[in-house]
């Protein structure tokens, strides 16, 4: 198949699995002698991994399963996380992944209750998340308001800004979130005189992928 095919899939979005339930509860016995799948392609992005083999000729064989475990590949740590109930099916997209974050991949085929010996270990790593909000900074404005102001981000895909709050050194809370990636303030009047309040702005996309926080600025009033 081409690669391009591969591309358009994972970025449609495909959860788990179009071509068949998921069979979470379902067991299966190991059988060595069941034919196992092939060459596995690849393709990650920020939030999806994408998967791409061979149509599956043995007319025994009912669908694929697919596991995901740790960024070793320890056999303990893989969970089946979706089944192809179809062996014509050639593509299945991960989407319950984080961005800048390394999985391991396994593949099984199945027969009847039971499956093949596990594939070869795939080890991936999605792509990093964009880069965070460049410039922000907090202003008094008023004897009880403080206007926090940002530089917009360049990526198109983002749209909205989380805004973070910290109180006198505190741990770092949500306040708000502003939509639209021109839009670049905040009006913080949820303060008080005599207090020190420190910002920092979250970019997200579209796709909910999160930017990681901006550099922090700090007014006291």
Request: aromatic share 12%; net charge positive.
């Amino acid at each position: 198949m081409k690669k391009s095919i591969l591309v358009y899939l994972v970025l449609a979005s495909v959860i788990f699995n179009a071509c068949g339930g998921i069979k979470g509860l379902m067991t299966y016995k190991t059988d060595s002698a069941l034919q196992g799948i092939g060459e596995v392609r690849t393709l990650a992005t920020m939030n999806s991994v994408g998967f791409e083999w061979r149509k599956i000729e043995n007319k025994k064989i009912h669908g694929v399963n697919i596991y995901r475990g740790n960024a070793s590949g320890d056999r303990e740590s893989f969970k089946r996380i979706g089944t192809i109930g179809n062996r014509y099916a050639t593509h299945f997209v991960d989407t319950h992944v984080k961005a800048d974050t390394s999985y391991s991949y396994t593949f099984t085929t199945f027969s009847l209750g039971k499956e093949s010996r596990r594939s070869k270990i795939l080890h991936v790593k999605t792509k990093p998340a964009f880069p965070a909000v460049s410039f922000v900074k907090a202003y008094k404005v008023a004897p009880s308001v403080v206007k926090v102001l940002w530089r917009p981000h360049a990526n198109p895909s983002v749209s909205a800004y989380v805004v973070q709050r910290s109180v006198e050194g505190g741990e770092w809370k949500f306040v708000s979130q502003v939509e639209g990636r021109l839009m670049a303030e905040y009006i913080d009047t949820f303060v008080r005189r005599g207090k020190s309040y420190r910002y920092r702005i979250i970019a997200k996309s579209y796709d909910k992928i999160e930017a990681k926080p901006s550099h922090s600025t700090q007014v006291t009033l």
